[in-house]
């Protein structure tokens, strides 16, 4: 049921709570980066947008079989020049009779060569204000014109699988609209607000398995004829890892509180987001210089740990960006 934790159960989802939901993200991730990756941007990105704006076809089309996992869903809103400014959008979706006729060029879709669609931003309305010229389409993969380029090759999360996407005049049924014209962006940001719970999730179990492996391996290490742990300066390292994983904990279970109960949690989720990935930067950054130089070679996974957690500094919003979206928050006008 992993690939269909928030599709309804109607569905054939489990319709999980926001709660339930990070907690499977950040289990996976305690082992796996790449896997928690795929399973949270197949949730949050590829089925959330489907969830909230879908219509009822679209959503028995795309939401059962997703759920099964017969394929994977994704989500395209980066380009060049769209990324942390994501109303840069340069994809274009021009009406032709009954029909939409896309062109433009996606970046970094994650699950990409697994997708059966992906849900995507393309001005609309040129000369309308960037809130209201972009809207949200569902493209069928294999739809004529629509090309998944190369698989990246990535630093970290490297069983994920990341890769571009080419459109080249692709033609798509005017019910390939995700909900009303020009409410494209406004989606998409919804959408990431609900994404940067599960990579503070992700984020928080990278930060957990490198603790735990550091951990392991300071007790039994002997140095100067007892275990490293039991040297002052290793204990304040664990201190210092164990504090910043508890308070990153603490801020996500609060934004799924918020998200559940159908408050405001935009806030919430950029802080949880922001002060996990960079918890997890700084773990697994000590938990390499726990373990020395094994921590430099693949004997133990804390370099591996140390290489998927960057992603979560980047995507779904720079830690830059968070930073952003708190302070405006924080500081406009009540």
């Known amino acids: 049921g992993l690939l269909g934790l928030l599709v309804p159960e109607e569905l054939g989802g489990v319709g999980a709570d926001p709660l339930s939901y990070a907690l499977v993200v950040e289990e996976l991730a305690k082992v796996c980066g790449s896997h928690a990756l795929t399973v949270a941007a197949h949730n949050s990105l590829g089925c959330w947008p489907l969830i909230a704006y ?43 009779g009954g029909d939409w006729v896309l062109n433009g060029t996606k970046m970094w879709i994650t699950n990409a060569h697994y997708a059966g669609a992906v849900t995507l931003t393309a001005v609309t309305e040129p000369a309308a204000p960037v809130g209201e010229r972009i809207s949200a389409f569902v493209v069928p993969t294999d739809a004529p014109g629509l090309t ?49 719970i ?7 179990g990278l930060a957990e398995g490198a603790f735990a492996t550091a951990r392991d391996y300071a007790r039994t290490r002997q140095q100067f004829g007892r275990a490293i742990a039991s040297f002052q300066a290793v204990q304040f390292m664990f201190a210092d890892m164990a504090t910043r994983i508890e308070a990153s904990r603490l801020l996500i279970h609060e934004a799924c509180r918020l998200k559940a109960a159908g408050e405001p949690f935009g806030r919430a989720a950029a802080m949880a987001k922001l002060h996990a990935s960079e918890t997890a930067m700084f773990v697994t950054d000590r938990a390499i210089q726990v373990l020395g130089g094994y921590g430099f ?9 140390y290489r998927d957690a960057k992603l979560c500094t980047i995507g779904e919003g720079t830690s830059e960006i968070q930073r952003l979206v708190i302070a405006r928050s924080l500081l406009q006008d009540d």
Not at 161 to 190: C, I, N, Q
Not at 198 to 204: Q, R, T, W
């Open 54 to 96: 879908g219509t009822p076809e679209q959503r028995e089309r795309w939401l059962r079989p997703a759920a099964r996992g017969e394929f994977l869903l994704s989500f395209g809103l980066t380009e060049a020049g769209a990324g942390s400014d994501a109303g840069g959008t340069r994809t274009t979706a021009v009406r032709d």
């Open 148 to 196: 998944v380029e190369k698989k990246e090759d990535k630093l970290g999360v490297r069983a994920s699988d990341t890769a571009p996407l080419t459109l080249v005049d692709v033609r798509v049924p005017a019910g390939s609209l995700l909900g009303e014209a020009g409410r494209g962006f406004p989606y998409f940001l919804k959408t990431l607000d609900g994404g940067r």
């Open 198 to 204: 599960s990579i503070g999730a992700m984020a928080l």
């Open 297 to 305: 070679t693949r004997d133990y996974p804390v370099e591996r740990f």
